[in-house]
């Protein structure tokens, strides 16, 4: 018969009265939750389309990745061949294919070992694969030819893009924004939107630089106004030229001694000599050991820190550096050293990116969202509400409980999941309210029907409840697995429509099989009615 036992009653209520006071904070102002214990602070996050704020779709250069690697390839290439004394012409890049000729023909063999040490797996060392980077060809007369091999470029594509997202998401965060959504959009874009934001130029600015940044030896010996570097070198612009007069020029080797990856940390400071503004950063323990190894070996020469092919500073070495710090000084204000410290601190990215698309959503249109959003949830609330109570009198008015409580629980779980609220989230919970009663109305026709077919009052409750469980579960299922359907192929809006209508499915199925339950239990153990009326 109709028996709920001590701890399923003890279970329903915890959940119950947990639901309320972790859901409890989306209705106060800012004054009211800051009375709240810190674990009762936590809200629904607004999305986009609700609060306001910048959207953008940015583009990740990956051809420019390609060149790069290839460029350090040639790099390398020239410096074993120098180091092992090995004569060669023609090295360079020419589209995909990199290129050296060897000219002692007896030596073909040892430059073809050293092509082959400089020609890793994909992944590195401890990668399963055995597909090499390139592909290396003979055609003859001494040549070697190097071509990036297509599974290289796969992967490199996917590890430019893992990157360059956990680095906008690092810079984002660093600029202090919350609940930014940052995802992949196709095989090279960006997806980025910040609620709140309705200024993306700083947000522009900080994402449109690379701030790679390496340590190169100045080529003290070539001219910096001639029209062509020397074969190893490249001319760039000194970044700290006055307004309206042409940047003066540094020639640097191209050979990258330290790498800006090497990075741990990276603060404004002051000069102790002369009080301006600068950056003071800090190498890993690799990084330092590369830094005081290269510093000791060219006391006396001069070495170009050099920021997105700028030359920051290209001080002399006048002692060895050991202690994997340093400082880059020059004309900062606190602002500007503050922020190359930001894009230093975060981390380089590995390709430019290029903003393909930008809008930005006003707080007003935002709050007309909203204000549509309460009245579509207050009104679906409100109608259907009327009609249980309408159809099924008093037990309509019990399902009305029961479905309260279903959004508040919905609610509360959105918060503890730390879900971003948009309109097809709205959508999904007012969808929710609708199928939440689909429940009580299976179980209050099965016990009309059983009434019909003659059993007593309590007869026809427990019946009620009993057979139409099997089929509350087959309709619920049916629904969850489409929504985790839309969850698993959609992105974006509809993953945000798909949790909450999942969530609501699971909520709306606890209060319809235990709330109500309940409720109608403890009514009949109170007030011990005669007859039913349903």
């Known amino acids: 018969m109709l028996q709920i036992s001590i701890w399923t009653k003890i279970a329903t209520a915890i959940v119950v009265v947990v639901g309320i006071l972790v859901a409890l904070p989306n209705v106060l102002t800012d004054s009211q939750r800051a009375r709240l214990p810190g674990f009762l602070q936590n809200t629904i996050s607004l999305g986009l389309d609700l609060k306001g704020g910048s959207y953008m779709l940015l583009e990740v250069d990956l051809p420019q990745v390609q060149k790069d690697r290839e460029e350090s390839l040639v790099g390398d290439i020239r410096a074993a061949f120098r180091k092992a004394r090995i004569p060669y012409t023609d090295l360079g890049q020419r589209g995909d294919v990199v290129s050296v000729r060897v000219s002692d023909a007896s030596r073909q063999a040892e430059a073809r070992t050293l092509l082959q040490g400089l020609n890793p797996t994909i992944g590195g060392a401890l990668a399963i694969s055995t597909s090499r980077q390139y592909d290396l060809a003979e055609p003859g007369n001494g040549l070697f030819t190097l071509t990036m091999t297509q599974a290289y470029k796969t992967f490199m594509r996917g590890q430019v893009m893992d990157q360059s997202i956990e680095v906008v998401r690092r810079r984002i965060d660093e600029m202090g924004t919350r609940e930014p959504t940052i995802e992949r959009s196709g095989d090279d874009r960006i997806l980025v939107q910040v609620p709140g934001l309705q200024d993306p130029k700083e947000m522009i600015d900080m994402l449109g630089k690379t701030a790679k940044m390496t340590f190169q030896?100045?080529?003290e010996a070539a001219d910096p106004n001639a029209l062509t570097a020397p074969i190893g070198s490249e001319i760039l612009p000194l970044a700290d030229s006055p307004p309206g007069v042409p940047?003066?020029?540094?020639?640097?080797?191209?050979?990258?001694?330290?790498?800006?990856?090497?990075?741990?940390?990276?603060?404004?400071?002051?000069d102790p000599q002369t009080g301006m503004p600068n950056v003071n950063f800090r190498f890993d323990s690799v990084g330092a050991r590369q830094f005081g190894d290269v510093t000791k070996a060219n006391v006396g020469h001069r070495f170009a820190v050099v920021l997105d092919k700028q030359v920051i500073t290209a001080p002399t070495i006048i002692n060895p550096i050991l202690g994997g710090t340093g400082m880059i000084t020059g004309s900062y204000t606190v602002k500007s050293a503050t922020d190359l410290a930001v894009l230093l601190r975060a981390g380089a990215l590995p390709a430019p990116l290029h903003v393909i698309d930008q809008r930005t959503v006003g707080a007003e249109m935002g709050a007309d969202s909203v204000k549509a959003g309460r009245t579509a949830t207050l009104g679906g609330l409100g109608l259907v509400a009327l009609f249980m109570v309408l159809r099924y009198g008093l037990f309509g008015l019990f399902a009305d409980v029961a479905l309260t409580l279903n959004v508040v629980l919905l609610l509360a779980i959105l918060t503890m999941m730390g879900a971003t609220l948009t309109l097809p989230g709205i959508a999904g919970i007012v969808l929710t309210m609708g199928m939440a009663v689909d429940a009580n109305v299976l179980i209050f026709e099965r016990i009309r029907e059983e009434q019909r077919n003659g059993r007593g009052m309590l007869a026809a409750i427990d019946q009620g409840f009993r057979r139409a469980r099997a089929t509350i579960v087959d309709a619920n299922m049916t629904h969850l697995i489409a929504a985790l359907i839309l969850f698993e192929l959609g992105s974006g809006p509809v993953r945000g429509f798909a949790?909450?209508?999942?969530?609501g499915i699971i909520t709306s199925f606890f209060t319809a099989v235990f709330v109500t339950r309940l409720i109608v239990v403890t009514w009949l153990n109170t007030l011990r009615p005669r007859t039913l009326t349903i």
């Open 217 to 219: 030896l100045v080529d």
């Open 247 to 270: 940047p003066q020029k540094i020639v640097v080797h191209r050979r990258v001694l330290v790498s800006g990856d090497r990075l741990t940390d990276a603060s404004q400071g002051f």
């Open 499 to 503: 949790v909450a209508l999942g969530v």
